[in-house]
């Protein structure tokens, strides 16, 4: 099975195409990439899974099951999402922030515990629970997005370009502490990034979208090695040379 399929979907918003007649499969348990400049669909590629957004034509699969949009929670249940900027919710603590699952979707897991088990595998410390976002630094907020995505542990991860506005350190840690997850627990990850260095990083496959077409997908050494076309070949002269 499949963790995500999309069937000749496309979707458009006030007369603009973001999505166009794609067709794709998303490995389960796998690392996908999808990779584009600003503006290439890549975001609503993953808002199209996630049923933040509906397909305009085309069918979107999850779990092996048509999206039902009528209930789409029991579904996002399933998947942990984080966005660049962390989204974290201001006016809560830190362990309120990882723990909003729970709420959302009425689990019984011992909320206490679980942020205990989570903060500690992104090294953050105890101290932080009862802190707001603001006293956080921006990859110490990225380690709780982290926590929050994964709190009722998801098969499916879905990442919206959540390491784009750190520092190059920082970004490297965050990418490592990825990295660490992959190799501790099977999961599917969907990753939307600019940068193809970070593909390279923690990808197994790379999807690249232009203007809302797929370019090339396939395996990452398929794509880094034997580009498909000019914009494919820019893409990776761009961030690797």
Not at 110 to 124: A, F, P, S, Y
Not at 139 to 158: D, H, S, T, Y
Not at 192 to 219: C, N, P, S, W
């Amino acid at each position: 099975m499949k963790a995500a399929e999309l069937f000749h979907v496309s979707h458009s918003y006030n007369g603009h195409m973001s999505i166009k007649d794609v067709s794709l499969s998303i490995e389960q348990n796998k690392t996908t990439a999808v990779i584009g400049r600003s503006g290439s669909g890549k975001t609503s590629l993953l808002q199209l899974i996630n049923g933040l957004i509906e397909p305009t034509s085309g069918t979107v699969n999850v779990f092996g099951e048509p999206v039902n949009y009528d209930r789409i929670n029991s579904a996002r249940g399933r998947m942990g999402y984080m966005v660049q900027g962390t989204g974290l919710f201001p006016h809560l603590t830190i362990d309120e922030n990882i723990a909003i699952g729970s709420k959302i979707f009425n689990s019984s897991v011992n909320t206490t515990q679980r942020v205990d088990e989570l903060m500690n595998l992104v090294g953050l410390s105890e101290k932080y629970k009862k802190k707001y976002p603001y006293e956080l630094s921006g990859g110490e907020q990225q380690r709780v997005g982290i926590c929050r995505a994964l709190f009722l542990n998801p098969p499916f991860l879905l990442m919206d370009e959540p390491l784009g506005a750190l520092d190059p350190v920082t970004r490297q840690e965050i990418q490592d502490e990825i990295l660490k997850l992959k190799q501790l627990e099977p999961r599917t990850i969907l990753l939307v990034t600019h940068d193809m260095r970070e593909a390279r990083r923690l990808a197994d496959y790379i999807v690249v979208l232009e203007k809302g077409e797929i370019q090339q997908f396939d395996v990452k050494e398929e794509v880094l090695t034997n580009p498909a076309n000019e914009v494919v070949e820019k893409l990776i002269e761009a961030s690797l040379l």
